[in-house]
């Protein structure tokens, strides 16, 4: 009875160790019981806005992103608005179309289908998923060899 005890003991540290140390993303989370379409499906606001690793939360949320939401949803579609801020001018900017994640999943492609971006219809944007909590996602992709690291809750 004994040594069926520390076989079991043995096998379960084995499968802990393996199961636990396994993250699809760079920070996380190493286990959730939610998919990951559950997850990323969430209305998202910046938390945080770095362009080439130096912080810009305040001037993008206050003049180009002013009122940023990214809705997400679980059957493949999103949209997102913001007010782009010139002067004393509000331009209220929306987009729509389809998301999908990369064949490995840690990436979400989004494909453009409307809206009044600079971006035409039927262009993708990758970006790379660094975080995909129920309450975080965090995302990094590059535009015009700029990397752009945005935080979301």
Same mark, same amino acid.
């Given at each position: ?48 806005? #770095?362009?080439? /690793?130096?912080? $810009?939360? @305040? ?9 940023? !939401? &990214? ?40 494909? #453009?289908?409307? /809206?009044?971006? $600079?971006? @035409? ?9 660094? !975080? &995909? ?21």
């Amino acid at each position: 009875m004994k040594r069926i005890s520390t076989y079991f003991f043995i096998l379960l540290v084995v499968i802990s160790i393996t199961f636990f140390s396994c993250k699809k993303y760079p920070d996380g989370p190493a286990f959730s019981l939610r998919s990951k379409s559950e997850r990323l499906s969430n209305l998202w606001k910046i938390e945080q806005y #770095k362009y080439n /690793g130096s912080d $810009s939360t @305040a001037f993008v949320k206050k003049y180009l992103f002013n009122n940023y !939401r &990214l809705d997400i949803e679980k059957k493949g579609e999103y949209i997102f608005d913001y007010n782009l801020v010139i002067g004393s001018a509000l331009i209220p900017i929306s987009e729509s179309g389809k998301w999908v994640f990369s064949g490995d999943k840690k990436s979400v492609i989004f494909t #453009k289908e409307s /809206g009044n971006t $600079s971006a @035409a219809a039927g262009t993708n944007a990758t970006w790379e998923i660094l !975080r &995909l909590k129920e309450k975080e996602f965090w995302a990094k992709y590059t535009q015009d060899d700029n990397v752009i690291e945005v935080h979301f809750n």
